[in-house]
């Protein structure tokens, strides 16, 4: 894989970045002031993130970090306590998760959640509700118009399994595939939704070296192929450093460090977050 050349990223209001080449660009995904509550637990407070419309994004921080929150919020699994979530520059105040996804939000989860006992096309066939037309009267009596969206739907079905080199899994049982490959129909899942911007929950998890360094490229190729932008949680800091063009700190629910990779690398602030110790003390480790 060639060498991750580095982002500029430029200031947004409400301390916002975005790569410098989107500055003129409004942001797909922004969140202001963003905050949940649990009772009298304050899980996430003061959020604010951007992302530009081709923007690989790393979201990162310690266990607990309330990472996952924040997604969880983004997709409107949550509904904040507080704040605004702007898609496109609209705002989803109010939406269900259903509807936030037809507009363009689209995840992935830490623990896999596929039809285990359904065909790797049938997996993928769910994602494309969205875009399947007929209805139940087409369907029951197998109408023409049934016909021709199935013929599509088999057809986009290939289409995202060969980004993946997955074309000959078509009939496959999803539960029989290999850890790193269900991992790959969980995205093409969320890809055939249609999203202006993916969220990856933990893509890397349980993936040996190779499979990792594989989806890096993957997701790179993603960003490419669709033009849309990709946010991650990923404990891998390879991956995240190798992929991503801005970086958001998390901790205790806050956010304690934006920036480029090299940035966060070198922040002493991140540096105590992950170590429990100050950069100096790390230096000399």
Not at 22 to 27: A, L
Not at 32 to 48: C, E, M, P, Q, W
Not at 116 to 128: F, H, Q
Not at 140 to 164: C, D, H, M, T
Request: charged share 20%; proline share 5%; net charge negative.
């Amino acid at each position: 894989m060639a060498e991750h050349e580095e982002t500029k990223l430029v200031p947004l209001p409400a301390t916002n970045f975005v790569p410098e080449r989107d500055v003129d660009k409004q942001p797909i995904l922004e969140a202001r002031n963003l905050g949940i509550d649990f009772g009298g637990l304050t899980a996430v407070d003061s959020f604010n993130f951007a992302v530009s419309p081709t923007e690989i994004a790393g979201l990162i921080g310690p266990n607990g970090a309330g990472k996952t929150t924040v997604f969880n919020l983004l997709s409107k699994v949550y509904q904040p306590t507080r704040g605004t979530i702007l898609l496109g520059g609209s705002d989803t105040m109010g939406m269900t998760t259903v509807q936030v996804n037809r507009a363009g939000v689209a995840r992935t989860f830490q623990n896999i959640r596929l039809f285990n006992n359904l065909s790797v096309e049938d997996n993928i066939k769910l994602g494309l509700h969205n875009h399947i037309k007929y209805g139940m009267a087409s369907g029951i009596l197998r109408l023409p118009n049934y016909w021709k969206q199935e013929k599509e739907a088999r057809e986009r079905v290939g289409e995202l399994l060969s980004i993946f080199g997955m074309e000959h899994m078509t009939q496959h049982r999803a539960g029989s595939l290999p850890y790193g490959a269900q991992r790959r129909l969980e995205i093409i899942r969320a890809l055939a939704t249609g999203p202006k911007v993916l969220l990856l929950d933990e893509p890397a998890a349980g993936m040996n070296p190779s499979e990792t360094a594989e989806l890096m490229e993957n997701i790179v190729k993603v960003r490419d192929t669709f033009q849309i932008a990709i946010v991650l949680i990923e404990h891998d800091m390879n991956l995240v450093m190798g992929i991503c063009e801005g970086i958001c700190v998390l901790n205790f629910g806050k956010i304690i460090a934006k920036g480029t990779p090299s940035d966060i690398q070198n922040n002493p602030v991140v540096i105590e977050a992950y170590l429990g110790r100050k950069k100096e003390d790390a230096d000399d480790a």
